[in-house]
C-alpha cells in the first residue's frame, strides 16, 4: 500500500528565506506526483504535477523536483513572503486517486 | 472561469440522520472524485467516477456511504445513519481524464452532533 511521508510537520521561517519542503512515498510505481497548497479552512489549491517521466516543475519561485527510485520529491520555495504560509501537501497517483501525505504547514514570519 | 463548487458550505447534524453532500465539477470534466479530509491529516481517497459510473469505490469506508453520478456531471455523496466519525471535511475534485491534474472544491464541512 502506498505510503506518503512529509517532514518537517511544520516549518517557520522568516521572511525572505529560500526553504525546501521534502516528501517521500514506498511505492516507486507512480503515475504523477502533485504538489499543493492549502489555506485554513479552504480546498486545495494545485501548485505543481510532476510526470513520473518528468524530473522537476518550475512556476515563478517554486520548484518541484522528483526522484522515482528513491520515491522522493522536494519543493523548493524561493524568496518566501508572508502570503506563502499555508499547508503544504504531497500526493502521489499510483493508479488514479490521489494518496496525500500529511502535509507541512509553513509560516513564514514579516 | 467557475470553479468546482460544494454545498453546502457546512452543515450540522445530528448522529443517526441522512445527509447528502452535493458537487458541481468544472464544466467537461470527465472524472470527479471525492476525498474526506480529517484535522490534521491528508484527505483521503473515497471515490471516483470516471462519466457517469464509480469506477473505483473502494475508499468509502461502508455500506452507509454512496455517490451517484447519474448524468456524468453533477455528484451527490449520501451519507446514511451518519456517525460522529464521520465528522470532517468532504472534498470533491474534477479533472478532464485521470491523467489530468485535480481541481479541488471548498469542501463541506460536516459535524455530527
Known amino acids: 500500500k502506498q505510503e506518503v511521508t512529509q517532514i518537517p510537520a511544520a516549518l517557520s521561517v522568516p521572511e525572505g528565506e529560500n526553504l525546501v519542503l521534502n516528501c517521500s512515498f514506498t511505492d516507486s510505481a507512480i503515475y504523477n506526483l502533485q504538489w499543493f497548497r492549502q489555506d485554513p479552512g479552504k480546498g486545495l489549491t494545485s501548485l505543481l504535477l510532476?510526470?513520473?517521466?518528468?524530473r522537476e516543475q518550475t512556476s515563478g519561485r517554486l520548484n518541484a523536483s522528483l526522484d522515482k527510485s528513491s520515491g522522493r520529491s522536494t519543493l523548493y520555495i524561493a524568496a518566501s513572503q508572508p502570503g506563502d504560509s499555508a499547508t503544504y501537501l504531497c500526493?502521489?497517483?499510483?493508479?488514479?486517486?490521489?494518496?496525500f501525505g500529511k502535509g507541512t504547514r509553513l509560516s513564514v514570519i514579516a | 472561469g467557475a470553479g468546482v463548487s460544494q454545498t453546502p458550505s457546512n452543515k450540522v447534524t445530528e448522529k443517526g440522520k441522512y445527509v447528502e453532500l452535493r458537487c458541481d465539477p468544472i464544466s467537461g470534466h470527465t472524472a470527479l472524485y471525492w476525498y474526506r479530509q480529517s484535522l490534521g491529516q491528508g484527505p483521503e481517497f473515497l471515490i471516483y467516477f470516471q462519466g457517469t459510473g464509480a469506477a473505483d469505490d473502494s475508499g468509502l469506508p461502508n455500506d452507509r456511504f454512496f455517490a451517484v453520478r447519474p448524468e456524468g456531471s453533477v455528484s451527490t455523496l449520501k451519507i446514511q445513519r451518519t456517525e460522529r466519525g464521520d465528522s470532517a471535511v468532504y472534498l470533491c475534485?474534477?479533472?478532464?481524464?485521470?491523467?489530468?491534474?485535480?481541481?479541488f472544491g471548498p469542501g463541506t464541512r460536516l459535524l455530527v452532533l
Open positions: 475534485a474534477s479533472s478532464l481524464s485521470t491523467e489530468e491534474t485535480q481541481y
Open positions: 500526493a502521489v497517483t499510483p493508479h488514479t486517486p490521489l494518496v
Open positions: 510532476i510526470q513520473s517521466s518528468q
